[in-house]
């Protein structure tokens, strides 16, 4: 505690000297076993249901990949991409099947939605000049990358308790 | 891998510190107990970085210091709307206030029945006052720290800490009088 710091105010002075003097005081004797339970109980949890930044580090790295994966597969839905009439093609041959028809209708109808997206979205883009596309793509990876969102998500349905 | 038996000795050593700082600032023993308790359970959690440094009691302080401000920003619609309505209007008067022969003053040592009105009187202190004296006093912030930490300007930090004070004195006063100072 500092002293004489408003050494003209006797009360202040006084104040300070009176407070000085006020023993510390003792801890209840419930605080350490509290503290011990409350560090038991959150070591008890399982990783996953423990913060990301928490995670094992192999975990971590994993969860990230898989986010990466996520949005690499939700770009190549969106993204035209290779002869679309082999796709075509590969598309009619699936829905031929029966065991996979309904698989494959849905991944299908899902992709023309998400095309039909991103088609929208690449008009749009088309027309901002380049360097406010980039900066508006710049600016969704970082908020991306920030928000570490899968990890997020994952650890939030692991522990629905919360 | 951190080491129980080492924390628990550590818990032990700074227990009395870190409860006594958030009794001062909270003035609820309940409420400090569960601010200590976080307090350590966030020191175990870096406890591989504080283990064996000497900086441990500043460390523990400091945020013990922080969870009581955190806390009571969570419940600060419940006292600040008291404390602005009993000294918005009064920044700046603080020194008109009477204050009776401050030559009476002078330090004595402080008895233990003393002491122990002090701590009462300063657990029944209106929460921003008591919160604004103990930054002042026992954290060593100034004035506009306080002020800038708390969200109030710098005329009601004063004027709380005036306040605080002068019953703090009103307090001990009979029992100065009556030991003859």
């Known amino acids: ?162 | 891998m951190n080491d129980p038996a080492q924390f628990e000795q550590m818990v032990l050593a700074y227990q009395d510190m870190v409860f006594t700082t958030a009794l001062r600032i909270l003035g609820n023993e309940t409420e400090a107990q569960d601010v200590a308790q976080e307090a350590f359970v966030r020191a175990w959690n870096h406890w591989h970085e504080l283990s064996g440094s000497q900086t441990i009691g500043g460390w523990l302080k400091t945020v013990t210091r922080n969870l009581c401000l955190n806390h009571l920003e969570r419940y600060r619609s419940r006292w600040k709307m008291f404390s602005d309505l009993s000294s918005e209007d009064e920044e700046g008067d603080t020194r008109e206030v009477d204050f009776a022969a401050p030559e009476t003053l002078d330090q004595t040592l402080l008895t233990a029945d003393q002491q122990e009105l002090i701590e009462e009187a300063l657990a029944k202190l209106p929460a921003d006052q008591r919160v604004a004296l103990a930054l002042y006093h026992f954290e060593d912030m100034d004035y506009a720290d306080i002020a800038k930490q708390l969200g109030v300007s710098l005329g009601k930090v004063k004027t709380d800490i005036f306040r605080a004070r002068e019953a703090l004195r009103k307090k001990l006063q009979p029992s100065r009088d009556s030991v003859g100072v």
């Open chain 1, 1 to 162: 505690m500092k002293s004489n710091r408003e050494p003209n105010d006797p009360l202040a002075r006084w104040t300070d000297q009176t407070l000085r003097q006020l023993p510390g005081r003792r801890a209840p004797g419930t605080l350490l076993p509290q503290v011990m339970a409350a560090i038991a109980r959150q070591r008890a949890l399982p990783w996953y249901q423990q913060p990301w930044f928490r995670w094992p580090r192999h975990f971590q790295m994993l969860a990230f990949a898989l986010s990466l994966g996520l949005v690499a597969g939700l770009a190549w839905l969106v993204i035209p991409h290779g002869d679309i009439a082999t796709l075509a093609a590969a598309k009619q041959a699936a829905l031929q099947s029966e065991m996979i028809k309904p698989v494959v209708s849905t991944v299908s109808t899902t992709s023309d939605f998400l095309g039909t997206l991103g088609h929208a979205g690449r008009l749009l883009v088309g027309t901002l000049p380049n360097w406010t596309a980039a900066a508006l793509l710049g600016g969704l990876a970082f908020l991306w990358c920030s928000t570490l969102g899968l990890g997020t998500a994952a650890w939030r349905l692991a522990s629905p308790q919360r």
